[in-house]
C-alpha cells in the first residue's frame, strides 16, 4: 500500500483500507478475543434477543386468554393469563440484566483494541519508510493515531450493541412471524426488493463522502499545525490576517464536505420513514385477513402486530447506524492503512553499516514533485571519503533537495543514490538512516533533562561522554552558554514544557548528538543559519568539529562554511554549474566568484 500522488491536492495521500484488510490488522492485534469471549458474547446477545421477542410475542397471545381462548403452555382463564404476564415480566427482566453485560463485553474488548492498533499506528509511522510519512503530513499522521481510532471506538461505545442488536432483532423477529403464519414471508421479502436499490445506492456514496471530510480535516490539521509553528514568521512579517483567511478558507472546505453529507443521511431516513410505513401497515393489513378468513386467532395477529411494531426503532437504527457504521468503518480503514504503512518498507537484508566514512556515488539523479517541473534533472557527483563539500546557490536550486534525497527523506523520480557501494533504494531505509543523519535548521529537543536527550543519541553514553561531545561543540561546563542556559548541567530540563534555549544552544547541542551516534555520512542543511548571533564563530567552528572525519555535504546559507570545504558545488535549477575548491573558483571568476564577493563585501560593510 503505497501512498498515491495527490497529498498536495484536497485527496489524500492514503486511502482506507477495504474491509478485508481492516478485518485483518484487526484480528491480528494481540487483544483480539479468543473463542470463549465469542461464545460468551454470542451467548449473551442471543438471550437478550430471545427475551425480547418471546415477551413480544406472549404479550400479542395475551388478547387470546382475554377473550376466553387458551394458550399452549399457559391453559387458559386467569390462571393462565396470570402465569404468562409473570412468563413476559421475566423475561423482559433477563432482557434488562443482558443487555449491559453485552455492552460490557463488547467495551472491554473494543478498548484493549484500539489501544493495540493505536501502538501499531505508532510503530508503523516509526517503521514505514521516511517519504511516505512525510507525504502524508504530520497533521494526517495524527489524525489518524487519534481522532479516526476515537471515532471507531466512539462508535462502538455510543451504538455498538445496539447494532448487534437491530442486526440480530430482524432475523429474530421474522422467525417469530413465520411461527406466527408463514404468510408474513410474503410481506417481509416484499420489503427488500422494494428498498434494497435505493438503500444501496446512498450507501456506495457515504465512503467516498466520509473519507473526503477526513482528508479535509487532516488538510486543515496540518494548516493549524503550520499555523501555529510559524507564529513567529507571521508576526514579525505581519501577515496574521493572511494566516487568520487561509486557515479560514481550509475550514470552511472541511464544512462543506460535512454538507455533503447531509443529503445522503437525509435520504437514509426518508427511506425509512417510507420501509416501516410499508411494512406496519401490511402487517396489519394481512393480520386482519388472516383474522377474518379464521387462520390467525386475534391473540395471534396482535402477537404478529406487536412484533412488526417493536421493530419501528430498529427499522430506524438500521438506517441511522448505517450512516455512523460506514464513518466508523472509512475511520477505522484510515487508521489500519497507517498501521500498514510500514508494509512498504523494503523486508532485504541489510548490508552491514559503514565501518569508515563512505564513497556517496550519486548518478543519473532527477526528481520531480507529481504533476511538476523537475527540481533536479539528470545530476551526477560524487562525494568522497572523509571530505565536507559544501551545496551553495540561490534559493530554489535544489540543494536541500539533494540534500534529503541522499538522507532518504525523498525517493529520486530516476537515477541512484549509492553509499559505500550500496544502492539506498534496494535496503531499508533504516540502514539509510544509521549510515547518513542530516542536521537541519529546525531542531527538535526532547522533554526531559539534557542526559535524557542526548542518550537518545548514545543509551550507554557515562557523564563524562555527554560532556565530552557537549565540550567538542563549544558547549562544555566552562562555556558561556552552558553557565547562561544549562544551570543544571545535563540535569538541565529542556524541551516541551521548560524554558526555552537560545537557538544556538539548541544547535550545538544538536550537534552534540550527532557526535555521539557517530554517523559515517553527515549532512548539515542550513545547520549553522544562526550565524547571525553573538555565538556565531563559535557555532561554526561546532559544525566543522562534527564534520571532521566524515563524508560530509553542507548546505551553506552563509558561505562560511563554504570557504573551509574541501570542495563547493554551486547549483542553479538542479544542475551543477561550478565545481572546485573555494581557490579554484574563486580563480576561474565564474559565478560562485562574484557570489563570494558579493557575501565579503556586505560582511566587511556590516
Known amino acids: 500500500m503505497t501512498p498515491g500522488s495527490s497529498a498536495t491536492g484536497h485527496h489524500d495521500a492514503l486511502a482506507p483500507a477495504p474491509l478485508r484488510e481492516i478485518g485483518r490488522c484487526i484480528r491480528a492485534l494481540p487483544g483480539f478475543p479468543g473463542p470463549g469471549w465469542w461464545l460468551l458474547t454470542v451467548a449473551v446477545f442471543g438471550v437478550n434477543l430471545a427475551s425480547m421477542t418471546g415477551s413480544s410475542t406472549l404479550l400479542g397471545r395475551s388478547v387470546d386468554l382475554i377473550s376466553g381462548l387458551s394458550v399452549p403452555g399457559f391453559g387458559s382463564g386467569r390462571d393462565g393469563f396470570t402465569f404468562l404476564l409473570v412468563v413476559v415480566g421475566a423475561l423482559m427482566f433477563l432482557e434488562l440484566v443482558t443487555r449491559p453485560a453485552a455492552t460490557y463485553l463488547m467495551l472491554t474488548a473494543t478498548r484493549r483494541l484500539s489501544v493495540d492498533l493505536r501502538r501499531r499506528c505508532l510503530g508503523a509511522t516509526l517503521e514505514a519508510p521516511i517519504p511516505d510519512v512525510l507525504q502524508l503530513g504530520t497533521g494526517n499522521v495524527i489524525t489518524r493515531l487519534t481522532k479516526d481510532i476515537d471515532t471507531a471506538y466512539r462508535t462502538v461505545q455510543g451504538i455498538g450493541p445496539r447494532v448487534v442488536v437491530t442486526a440480530l432483532m430482524f432475523p429474530f423477529t421474522f422467525v417469530a412471524l413465520t411461527l406466527v403464519s408463514p404468510w408474513y414471508l410474503l410481506l417481509l421479502l416484499l420489503l427488500p426488493a422494494i428498498f434494497a436499490i435505493p438503500v444501496k445506492r446512498t450507501l456506495t456514496a457515504l465512503p467516498a463522502a466520509t473519507n473526503a471530510l477526513s482528508t479535509a480535516q487532516a488538510r486543515r490539521n496540518n494548516m493549524l499545525l503550520d499555523t501555529i509553528r510559524g507564529m513567529p514568521t507571521i508576526r514579525s512579517f505581519g501577515v496574521r490576517r493572511w494566516a487568520v483567511e487561509r486557515l479560514e478558507r481550509n475550514s470552511w472546505f472541511t464544512v462543506r464536505r460535512e454538507a455533503d453529507r447531509i443529503p445522503l443521511f437525509l435520504r437514509l431516513i426518508g427511506t425509512g420513514y417510507l420501509a416501516y410505513g410499508v411494512l406496519l401497515s401490511g402487517a396489519i393489513a394481512m393480520s386482519t385477513w388472516l ?207 521548560h524554558d526555552d534555549l537560545a537557538p544556538e544552544v539548541e544547535q550545538q547541542i544538536s550537534l552534540a548528538r550527532m557526535i555521539l551516534i557517530d554517523p559515517p555520512v553527515l549532512i548539515m542543511d542550513e545547520a549553522t543559519s544562526e550565524a547571525g548571533s553573538d555565538n556565531a564563530r563559535s557555532l561554526e567552528l561546532a559544525a566543522q568539529e562534527v564534520a571532521r572525519g566524515r563524508t560530509s555535504l553542507v548546505v551553506a546559507h552563509r558561505l562560511d562554511q563554504a570557504v573551509t570545504a574541501d570542495r563547493i558545488i554551486l547549483m542553479d535549477h538542479g544542475a551543477v554549474f561550478e565545481d572546485g575548491s573555494h581557490r579554484e573558483l574563486l580563480s576561474a571568476r565564474g559565478r560562485y566568484a562574484d557570489l563570494y564577493a558579493r557575501w565579503s563585501g556586505s560582511r566587511d560593510d556590516g
Open 291 to 497: 383474522v377474518a378468513d379464521g387462520v390467525l386467532t386475534t391473540g395471534q395477529a396482535a402477537a404478529a402486530i406487536v412484533l412488526v411494531v417493536r421493530l419501528e426503532i430498529h427499522v430506524f437504527n438500521v438506517l441511522i447506524f448505517t450512516g455512523e457504521i460506514q464513518n466508523a468503518l472509512t475511520a477505522l480503514g484510515r487508521a489500519v492503512s497507517l498501521a500498514m504503512l510500514s508494509d512498504n518498507a523494503i523486508d532485504a537484508p541489510a548490508p552491514a553499516d559503514c565501518t569508515e566514512s563512505p564513497e556517496v556515488r550519486i548518478e543519473n539523479l532527477g526528481f520531480r514533485y507529481p504533476g511538476g517541473a523537475a527540481i533536479i534533472d539528470d545530476l551526477s557527483l560524487t562525494l568522497e571519503p572523509g571530505t565536507m563539500t559544501a551545496l551553495v546557490g540561490a534559493s530554489g536550486a535544489g540543494k536541500s533537495t539533494l540534500a534529503g534525497l541522499i538522507a532518504g527523506l525523498q525517493r529520486p523520480s530516476s537515477g541512484t543514490i549509492s553509499i559505500g557501494g550500496t544502492d539506498t533504494s534496494t535496503v531499508p531505509d533504516t540502514w539509510t538512516a544509521r549510515q547518513v543523519s542530516l542536521i537541519s535548521q529546525e531542531v527538535h529537543l526532547f522533554s526531559g533533562t539534557l542526559r535524557d536527550d542526548l542518550r537518545m543519541a548514545s543509551p550507554e553514553a557515562d557523564d563524562a561522554t555527554l560532556i565530552g561531545a557537549l565540550t567538542r561543540v563549544g558547549l562544555g561546563p566552562d562555556s558561556p552558554g552552558w553557565q547562561r542556559w544549562l544551570p543544571g548541567g545535563l540535569d538541565t530540563l529542556i524541551g516541551a514544557g
